[in-house]
T-cell receptor
Framework: EAGVVQSPRYKIIEKKQPVAFWCNPI?????LYWYRQNLGQGPELLIR????????DSQLPKDRFSAERLKGVDSTLKIQPAELGDSAVYLC????????????????FGPGTRLTVL | QKEVEQNSGPLSVPEGAIASLNCTYS??????FFWYRQYSGKSPELIMF????GDKEDGRFTAQLNKASQYVSLLIRDSQPSDSATYLC????????????FGRGTQLTVWP
């Protein structure tokens, strides 16, 4: 079974430039997450999708960040314009309710996109 | 107070020893708990999850949960150099199912 796919793996841009990240979740996973991980820190949630609907975007800096998940499969996260402080690893994860039917949604992470803003 | 706190580390143990990683969380209503392993430059990889008080064993790994003390731990028996990584504790709060709150991780080094 293929895992979560992300691209690009690395991106270097100058501040004020736009950038976009793409994610393809595990087949059949209806929940998709975007996290940001700063160096030496744990991942922090930016946005969570249930199918096409963004159900938790409270931590997404909406002045410069946007995301979409058309057709409830692939997702794109965009930053415009990028700032120096946006340098981080952007992780996409997906999940599906466990076979036991519990509330525990085990999240599987993609390889991430390492963004450097100069 | 942070949502999830982990012992600061780094933790260094010899090969074959038991490594003990600890995590506390602030929300008493938290329902499920995860341990992820993250190698340098890689993404987090799920090791175990636990949601009932007590111990849960999987091979060399044992997760322990004490909800009364708001404490979760991971024991790694017979530690191997390949276990050297950062271990992230993550908590799924009951009020926001789906969102994981991560600690900053504990770096473990197993030396031969």
């Amino acid at each position: 079974e293929a895992g979560v796919v992300q691209s690009p793996r690395y991106k270097i841009i100058e501040k004020k430039q736009p950038v976009a990240f793409w994610c393809n979740p595990i087949s059949g996973h209806n929940t998709l997450y975007w996290y940001r991980q700063n160096l030496g820190q744990g991942p922090e949630l930016l946005i969570r999708y249930e199918n096409e609907e963004a159900v938790d975007d409270s931590q997404l800096p909406k002045d410069r960040f946007s995301a979409e998940r058309l057709k409830g499969v692939d997702s794109t996260l965009k930053i415009q314009p990028a700032e120096l402080g946006d340098s981080a690893v952007y992780l996409c994860a997906s999940s599906s309710p466990t076979l036991a039917g519990g509330d525990t949604d085990t999240q599987y992470f993609g390889p991430g996109t390492r963004l450097t803003v100069l | 107070q942070k949502e999830v706190e982990q012992n600061s580390g780094p933790l260094s143990v010899p090969e074959g020893a038991i490594a003990s990683l600890n995590c506390t969380y602030s929300d008493r209503g938290s329902q499920s708990f995860f341990w992820y392993r993250q190698y340098s430059g890689k993404s987090p990889e799920l090791i175990m999850f636990i949601y009932s008080n007590g111990d849960k064993e999987d091979g060399r790994f044992t997760a322990q949960l004490n909800k009364a003390s708001q404490y979760v731990s991971l024991l790694i028996r017979d530690s191997q150099p390949s276990d050297s990584a950062t271990y992230l504790c993550a908590v799924n709060r009951g009020s926001t199912l789906g969102r994981l709150y991560f600690g900053r991780g504990t770096q473990l080094t197993v030396w031969p």
